[in-house]
């Protein structure tokens, strides 16, 4: 159904090309994983497929990509529309009408399909993703998830054999993924669709995959096959992968049953420790490092913040937001002390971005209080509410307005009024290999989210917020991510992140609080939280249970403590 032959793109000024021997074939009815770390091509060969590479983001196609035997680099998009179905990275800039029901009848129109089919797909779609109740609102005040099973929805109702979707999942609460997902498979069993989709969270997808396109590095020519010999060589692998190389199992698993099934051995290693250790506090991420620990040094660009531990940093109580119509938040109350890591979790549309958004001034609540040190968020001047608050939004770029990094970290001292340097001397810790003169658009995802976040350290604000921070990173960058977030606990600051990352919350987080409907319904230790709730549970947590483990990181030491 799709084939590429001997396929390389080059961009303009590229150094070399982003995509080069591709020479593959994804059959009718196959779902077709591609995986590989940030940057190595997924989108360039996504983009091949639908036609956007390299009708619409110029460059140069050398080699042939045909779909359903039409060739892409002569037939434009519009061209391919009656057969293949894409969902990009960025849904926003893909909505082409103003309401839910309208885009997703979208498509089908301009595809002239008669009135009552589009009728009954519109609602069809509308039950399968969950949109009912939203069938009448504007995209605009839709929250990211929302608005990503809208994107979705809006490709399925015109039945594409083709589906080629760039991180579908990167919004949605894992409940949503997993209905999803469902949903593309019953397509690929019931109606032979095709479909082709990039993913950095492979806990999510790899177990629902015929066949795994792997692109190793930029440049390099893919790895084709079976997803359990793939995950075997892959540089990017999930937890449960992790876990099946620790312990030695072949083949790999690949789903949380299949490692159920090879861990008997394991637990049973496992379970004296467990005993031994008591309280499953035990487990925490960060095991024994309390909040503020004296034994973790702060890294270098990160001077320890003078606190007072007694008081918080941050709290809302009985605080209710509305946001048009909808009672976003109904009495919330949050209490963040310093050094704490918090994760923020729930369902999409749950009230968790309205949450911080209240925390940095942008809602007056409706019922309650909220307050960042002595101050109130709405009442605060923003270039005062920096010292003591900072919020990394969804997408960093809205926070990036200069042409060169060099010159966003000089507004960012201005802004913060610090010593000049400050800010460059933190982009410089997180991103060493970064040059001044780079444009923020031309960073990586990971990059242009550590660039953010130093503008918003520079003003070193107790409080960090940082809104789903790692959409779009790759195992690698989520990693330093969390080296970096641990840092800046250890000096004292305190962070809470809205994620549907379980693996990063039971991984970072101290503290996990689970919004549903805009109230709080939980609030605890990580693990205590993450193990009652089956949503929240990182994989390892579900392999091992009733152990209290949570990650291969915390699995691999008590093995350590053994050996
Ligand atoms: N329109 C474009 N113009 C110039 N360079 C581009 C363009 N799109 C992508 N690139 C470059 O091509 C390379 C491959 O990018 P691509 O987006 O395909 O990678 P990816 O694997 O999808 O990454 P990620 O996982 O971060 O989404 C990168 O170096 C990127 O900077
Ligand atoms: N501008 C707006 N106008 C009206 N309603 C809004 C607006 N923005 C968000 N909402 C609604 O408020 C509720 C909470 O949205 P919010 O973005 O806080 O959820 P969230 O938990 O962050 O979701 P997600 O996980 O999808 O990012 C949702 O029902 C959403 O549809």
């Known amino acids: 159904m799709i084939r590429f032959e001997q396929v390389s793109v080059t961009y303009e000024d590229a150094a070399g090309p982003a995509l080069r021997g591709v020479d593959l074939s994804v059959d009718e009815g196959e779902l077709c994983l591609l995986v590989g770390p940030s940057g190595v091509g997924k989108s360039t060969l996504l983009g091949a497929v639908s036609g956007l590479v390299p009708h619409f983001t110029g460059g140069t196609l050398h080699g042939r990509v045909t779909v359903a035997g039409r060739d892409t680099r002569t037939h434009r998009p519009r061209e391919l529309a009656d057969i293949v179905g894409t969902v990009g990275q960025d849904p926003l800039a893909h909505f082409v009408t103003d309401t839910v029901e309208d885009e997703l009848a979208y498509g089908m129109e301009s595809l002239g399909l008669p009135p009552d089919t589009m009728r009954r797909r519109v609602e069809e779609t509308l039950d399968l993703l969950g949109l009912a109740s939203l069938r009448d609102r504007p995209i605009a005040t839709l929250s990211s998830g929302q608005q990503q099973r809208v994107a979705i929805g809006s490709v399925l109702t015109a039945h594409p054999r083709v589906l080629v979707l760039d991180e579908p999942t990167s919004a949605l609460d894992p409940a949503a993924a997993e209905e999803v997902l469902a949903v593309l498979q019953r397509l690929v069993h019931d109606l032979g669709t095709t479909v082709l989709l990039a993913e950095h969270r492979l806990e999510r997808v790899v177990q629902y995959a015929d066949q795994v396109i792997l692109l190793p590095e930029p440049g390099a020519a893919p790895v084709i096959g079976a997803p359990a010999d793939i995950m075997a060589v892959s540089p990017v692998f999930p937890p449960v992968v992790a876990l099946g190389r620790l312990a030695g199992w072949s083949p790999l698993p690949l789903s949380v ?156 001292d201005r802004d913060a009024d ?146």
């Open 257 to 412: 049953r299949d490692a159920r099934r090879k861990a008997k051995a394991l637990r049973e290693r496992l379970a004296p420790l467990a005993a031994a250790a008591g309280a499953g506090a035990a487990f925490q991420p960060e095991a024994g490092a309390a909040p503020l620990a004296p034994t973790r040094p702060a890294a270098p660009t990160l001077p320890m913040l003078p606190t007072n531990t007694s008081r918080p940093i941050g709290e809302a109580k009985g605080l209710s937001v509305r946001r048009g119509r909808i009672e976003a938040l109904k009495g919330v109350d949050l209490t963040v002390r310093p050094g704490e890591t918090i994760a923020l979790m729930g369902r999409n549309g749950a009230g968790k971005s309205t949450l911080l958004s209240a925390f940095v001034g942008l809602h007056e609540p409706a019922a309650g209080t909220v307050r960042v040190g002595d101050a109130i968020p709405h009442r605060t001047r923003p270039a005062e509410l920096l010292r003591h608050v900072g919020l990394v939004p969804q997408e960093p770029r809205d926070l990036l307005y200069a042409d060169t990094v060099a010159t966003e970290c000089q507004a960012a």
């Open 418 to 563: 610090a010593p000049a340097g400050s800010c460059r001397a933190l982009v410089t810790g997180l991103l060493p290999d970064v040059a001044d003169a780079t444009h923020p658009r031309d960073l990586s995802e990971g990059q242009r989210l550590a660039l953010a976040l130093a503008v918003i350290l520079t003003a070193r604000p107790p409080l960090i917020l940082l809104d789903e921070p790692t959409r779009g990173l790759d195992y690698a960058a989520k990693a330093r991510l969390v080296d970096i977030l641990r840092s800046l606990a250890a000096a004292g600051h305190a962070t809470v992140l809205a994620t549907h990352d379980v693996e990063l919350a039971a991984e970072l987080a101290h503290r996990v609080v689970i919004l549903a409907d805009g109230e709080v319904v939980a609030d605890g230790p990580t693990a205590e939280v993450v193990v009652s709730s089956p949503a929240f549970a990182p994989q390892v947590a579900k392999v091992l249970a009733p152990l209290p483990w949570l990650t291969v990181p915390h699995v691999a030491r008590a093995l350590e403590a053994t050996a």
